[in-house]
């Protein structure tokens, strides 16, 4: 464990007044959870919100939905590189993980492969605005709308973003959001649900209407994880728990089983003012980020969608290798400048579920798990780390730009 200053790779700052009206909302209860999602709703111009505890819980609820209304298709069609937590929720809601090569270029589908893939058999395909860069919906709607087939937007890390002058999440027949440590905005943990569809948002009420609310004991354990989150998270003390390795920061789990639940009255606490607080969050990544696309050369056509800029979660870049990667990796380790990697292996790689692939390989996917490094931009980087940050990759010539088209 190595005393210094040491940026977290992702994080949303938690305030003293976050805390108090958590304290708040846990005794008040229901009138405040309810003007939550009030909330939630005139912001997506939704007709529905469902709170529940966390982002792959309430992938799983609308998976267990969309099961309901469509009972003769099986698969669901993510892409190869993504979040474990989403074939972790295929696989809980009991349906069949079926993959597609991406992009790396923007780590959306291969549009090339996207329409073969889509059968009979594909229940929904989920696009995942990976890092906040938001996937082609229009293309997206467009080919499942030919088939029948549902689309479930993965707005995990991309709450707030735009496509088209219209909010991600909200452009496919449903669409959910994650709430947890290092996202655009924290209440510890959750999920958001958004939909217009009224028979998607009758079978998950009649889901989330059976889910119990967490116990007293839980309750008391995401306040004092809020606490801690809300001490450590600066970098000033983010070498203490990034220093104890039983916290598991940073590393990638296949959860096989969690729990599913309402996210609590406490959780929604945490969470008023959101909005100011998700715009704030946003504009500083949004800036943050662009000093690094112009002072690293990263800046590319595609990097912008639509002429507005995106407010990246971290900041994707592909090195030229898998030992320059790593390399780097280490010396930014060392200083504790925040590089990250970020998921480990394809999806189809993942042991718990990799034989269900029969072998199959997605090159592209592959090539990106082995040479993806993250800068962060969240509000605690300063001018300096970002001098520093820049002078790293300088110094190492290591640069082979992601270009986003």
Not at 281 to 299: P, T, V
Not at 383 to 398: M, N
């Amino acid at each position: 464990m190595k005393i210094q200053r040491t940026l977290p790779p992702a994080a949303s700052p938690v305030h003293l007044n976050n805390l108090l009206h958590g304290l708040t909302y846990s005794l008040s209860g229901k009138k405040q959870f309810m003007k939550l999602e009030e909330e939630l709703k005139a912001y997506f111009n939704a007709r529905h919100v469902f709170l529940v505890s966390s982002g792959k819980s309430a992938l799983t609820l609308i998976l267990n939905a969309l099961k309901s209304l469509s009972p003769t298709r099986s698969q669901v069609l993510i892409p190869a590189y993504t979040c474990f937590s989403v074939p972790s929720a295929i696989v809980k809601a009991g349906l069949e993980v079926s993959l597609c090569d991406i992009d790396p270029s923007s780590f959306d589908f291969d549009y090339k492969s996207l329409g073969e893939l889509i059968q009979e058999k594909t229940l929904c395909v989920i696009p995942n605005h990976l890092f906040g860069i938001p996937s082609d919906m229009d293309r997206i709607n467009r080919l499942c709308k030919e088939e029948g087939v549902f689309v479930v937007e993965d707005g995990a890390q991309a709450m707030g973003g735009v496509y088209r002058g219209k909010k991600l999440g909200t452009m496919g027949d449903v669409g959910f959001f994650s709430l947890a440590r290092g996202k655009n905005i924290t209440c510890g943990s959750g999920g958001i649900i958004v939909t217009n569809s009224d028979p998607i948002a009758s079978e998950i009420d009649k889901e989330v209407s059976c889910l119990k609310n967490p116990k007293l004991m839980e309750t008391i354990k995401e306040f004092l994880k809020m606490i801690g989150m809300s001490i450590f998270i600066r970098p000033s003390l983010y070498w203490f728990p990034s220093g104890l390795s039983f916290l598991r920061l940073g590393e990638t789990v296949f959860h096989k089983e969690f729990p599913i639940k309402r996210l609590s009255g406490m959780q929604a606490g945490f969470l008023r003012g959101w909005q100011k607080k998700l715009e704030e969050s946003n504009r500083i990544r949004q800036e943050n980020a662009e000093y690094f696309l112009e002072r690293l050369g990263l800046r590319s056509k595609g990097r912008e969608s639509n002429g507005v800029s995106i407010p990246y979660l971290r900041l994707p870049v592909l090195l030229k290798n898998r030992r320059e990667r790593d390399q780097l990796f280490v010396v930014s380790n060392n200083k504790g400048s925040g590089l990250s990697l970020m998921y480990p292996t394809p999806i189809n790689e993942i042991k718990e579920i990799k034989d269900r692939f029969d072998g199959k390989i997605f090159p592209s996917a592959k090539r990106v798990s082995e040479t993806l490094l993250t800068i962060p931009t969240h509000r605690f980087i300063t001018d300096k780390d970002k001098e520093e940050l820049s002078q790293l990759f300088d110094s190492h010539g290591l640069i082979s730009a992601t270009k986003h088209s």
